[in-house]
């Protein structure tokens, strides 16, 4: 494939010029997208379309993780063009984005093995379709029963319906539908044309990965923008991004606890993530971190005392969080409901393009902060922490590894914070952003890969927002995980992955 | 029995949060008309009243960039007591320095009935799960609503009311009616944080059914960005009569 077949960006790097994304034929566009996802270090990132000048346009955007780049082209078809071949039963990665397209435009991707709606936006192309007519898989026969669970549950959580087909206690099949959260928050970057206004909106996109997508958003911004910030800035965003992880990973740690009846466990792990949480609320006045990520500076810059209160935090917790989870993973009533529940192999995680936390229980070394390092993550290396048996057990010990992982990152980048004399920098909210321009952010959060990207219009306006939340990967994972299981065990599959609603709603 | 532990948060109603928490905002008397006008333009919620000098707290997602603007005109306070049964008491007008409860207005069924137990199903509806893991919090350990016999409980069957988080999705509206026609009489409704009290960032999303809120009485709003665990007791507290 030749090279003028897309052009190349980096992570969070400067604009291109909308109009120089390579525009191919479909089969030429289906033939990129087939031989450069061949290589298992690459992974699309996004894959969308949007309405321009009476035309489709179709973006699509592929990492690759070793050149660290990230390669985009296009297609484009007639606005009443209906139907294209799908690229789903080539690369399966691809399925939620040609379902998301074939939802909100009514493209049929012929062969396409699972077409169906995604989210029930209210700009679907296809308005007969609603929540209460969704087409869930059938088996017929005497033997098996349906189990229907949601939109409510029984906990506290966000709402969606899970439909599973069982054999006695045994799952043979689960269907997740989602879209109950679905909020518009796509055309409200959009339709709100104040900055604050897209930064509150950041936040919202998944309230407990606030820093995560606001960390998106203002890299987006300040691609667009041309905005510069200082290492200060970048090392005080990558700390407040190492306690949301850690912060969500000892919280979770709590969830899978108190899904196998282990109190201990649970209560413990709900003090110990309150100690972090209120240690950011005592940095910027809010316990998810909501207002502390602005484009171009931040109001909290970081201080002695919120850098003394993180240190003591990481020293009283952190201590408490190890002794604590070396029991917990080391007693055989926990280990005996964990071990070997719910595997996702590495084979299905590479097909499916599961990314983040997920992947790297599976060996996959899928981390933005290594892959396609951002923030202050560009000189400071970090090494994906790895784990390999894909199930319940690995996904715990995952988030028992990244949390002390996280301790660590956090105490080096503060060491290498007191080296700095940067000034702080304030929030920039008087940008002006480049005209005909196309950009992407990622950032890892804690789930994983969150992506960002943007088009501007000829007068620098935004034109199209399009947010991926890792959990749009991930919630075919969850489904694979509980094939086979008891279906007492999908508390703890689901607690395990811990994906997010709203995220994938939107 | 000391030794079983100690209670982390031994009075729930007079804690003292971190001075930059924000909570509760302050109008100084002294705002100009210019002032406030500015602050309306740069608010992203419109919860700022211009000719009222006052800021909506059922509006107001607590970003502070008002006050970052106006620091002497405008500052938010750590006080997290800001829950209240009166829509129109969310109004903080200039030289306000509390949330009112209106204790007349309180259905009387609620103090005889719900005193002693209240329990609660949750409705998720939007929300972006940040005020749900405050909820969740407020029955942990650290605050421990329970010790009130306060509780989320998975059935509405078993519900005395229910508490509605986000900003009312189209999606969700018609689960969030089911759940309530389930739950028994009498019956409560809390609004959690400020997406649920006025659809918040998302107000004017074509993707919003807030048609429910019509229909219906609130016995409580509960104003945050997510709502804080102690707003959220400490405003039941007042409504149970505790």
């Given amino acids: 494939m030749s090279k003028e077949s897309y052009i190349i960006l980096k992570n969070n790097s400067l604009p291109v010029d909308f109009r120089e994304i390579p525009v191919l034929e479909y089969t030429m566009f289906y033939d990129l997208v087939k031989s450069l996802l061949i290589e298992e270090f690459r992974h699309s990132v996004a894959y969308y379309a949007l309405e321009s000048d009476q035309k489709l346009k179709f973006i699509c955007c592929i990492a690759d993780d070793y050149s660290h780049e990230i390669f985009v082209f296009s297609h484009e078809a007639d606005i009443k063009e209906h139907s294209l071949k799908s690229i789903t039963p080539e690369c399966l990665q691809i399925q939620n984005f040609e379902r998301e397209i074939y939802e909100n435009f009514g493209i049929n991707f012929e062969g396409h093995p699972w077409l169906k709606p995604v989210r029930y936006s209210y700009h679907r192309a296809d308005k007969s379709k609603v929540m209460d007519n969704y087409p869930f898989f059938e088996i017929e026969s005497e033997e098996l029963h349906e189990v229907g669970v949601g939109p409510i549950h029984a906990g506290v959580i966000e709402p969606g319906h899970f439909r599973f087909i069982c054999n006695g206690e045994n799952v043979l099949h689960l269907e997740i539908q989602l879209g109950y959260q679905h909020r518009g928050i796509e055309n409200l970057f959009l339709e709100k044309e104040n900055p604050i206004q897209r930064c509150i909106l950041s936040e919202s996109i998944s309230g407990d990965t606030a820093i ?23 090392i005080e965003r990558c700390i407040a991004l190492e306690l949301e992880r850690l912060a969500v990973h000892i919280g979770d740690t709590a969830a899978l606890c108190t899904d196998v009846a282990h109190q201990l466990g649970q209560v413990v792990c709900e003090a110990l993530r309150t100690t972090i949480i209120n240690t950011t609320q ?98 400071y290396k970090v090494e994906p922490v790895l784990t390999h048996s894909g199930d319940v057990l690995a996904r715990g010990m995952q988030r028992n590894m990244e949390a002390r992982d996280s301790i660590k990152i956090i105490r080096e980048l503060i060491s290498e914070w007191k080296k700095l004399s940067d000034e702080p920098q304030k929030p920039e909210y008087n940008y002006h952003i480049k005209p005909n321009a196309f950009a992407i952010s990622m950032v890892e959060g804690w789930r994983g890969e969150i992506c960002h990207s943007a088009i501007t219009d000829e007068k620098g306006e935004i034109i199209h927002y399009k947010i991926k939340d890792p959990s749009f990967h991930n919630w075919m994972a969850l489904a694979l995980a509980v094939r086979n299981q008891e279906i007492s065990d999908f508390p703890i599959c689901n607690k395990s992955f811990n994906l997010s609603y709203c995220g994938n709603d939107l | 029995m000391r030794s079983h532990g100690i209670q982390f948060v031994p009075d729930l109603k007079k804690v003292e949060l971190t001075p930059l928490f924000r909570g509760r905002p302050e109008i100084s008397d002294d705002i100009t008309v210019e002032e406030i006008n500015y602050a309306s333009k740069i608010c992203p919620t419109d919860a700022i009243i211009t000719d009222e000098f006052a800021i909506d707290l059922g509006k107001c997602v607590f970003c502070k960039e008002c006050a970052f603007a106006l620091p002497d ?44 137990s209240l329990k609660l199903r949750q409705v998720s509806a939007g929300g972006d799960n940040s005020c749900e893991m405050e909820l969740n919090a407020a029955g942990n350990v650290n605050f421990d609503m329970g010790r009130y016999g306060i509780e989320f409980v998975a059935s509405p069957r078993h519900a005395d009311g229910i508490v509605i988080t986000g900003p009312i999705t189209g999606n969700m509206a018609e689960a969030l009616q089911i759940c309530y026609d389930a739950v028994p009489s009498p019956k409560i409704i809390i609004l959690t944080g400020t997406d649920a009290i006025s659809g918040g960032i998302f107000n004017d999303s074509k993707a919003l ?17 997510p709502a804080h665990p102690l707003s959220f007791i400490n405003g039941i507290l007042e409504l149970i009569g505790r």
């Fill in chain 2, 73 to 116: 005109k405008i500052r938010f306070t750590n006080d997290y007591k800001i829950a209240t049964n009166k829509r129109s008491n969310l109004i903080i007008k200039k030289g306000d320095s509390a949330v009112d409860f209106d204790d007349n207005a309180v259905r009387k069924e609620i103090k005889k009935v719900f005193k002693n």
């Fill in chain 1, 212 to 234: 995560g997508h606001a960390l998106a958003h203002a890299q987006l911004i300040e691609s667009l923008a041309g905005i510069t910030v200082s290492n200060r800035l970048q």
């Fill in chain 1, 282 to 379: 005592s940095w910027c006045g809010n316990r998810f971190g909501k207002g502390l990520i602005r484009p171009g500076g931040s109001y909290y810059p970081l201080n002695e005392t919120v850098i003394k209160g993180i240190e003591k935090v990481l020293e009283n917790t952190g201590k408490r969080f190890m002794k604590l989870t070396d029991l917990i993973y080391s007693l055989p009533s926990v280990l005996s409901r964990f071990d070997g529940i719910g595997i996702v192999t590495k084979e299905q995680n590479q097909k499916i393009g599961t990314v983040g936390m997920a992947a790297r229980t599976t060996g996959i070394p899928r981390d933005i902060r290594s892959s396609h390092p951002f923030q202050y993550y560009q000189s």
């Fill in chain 2, 209 to 225: 059914n807030r048609s429910f809120l019509d229909k219906y009485p609130v016995d409580l709003y509960v104003p945050g960005n």
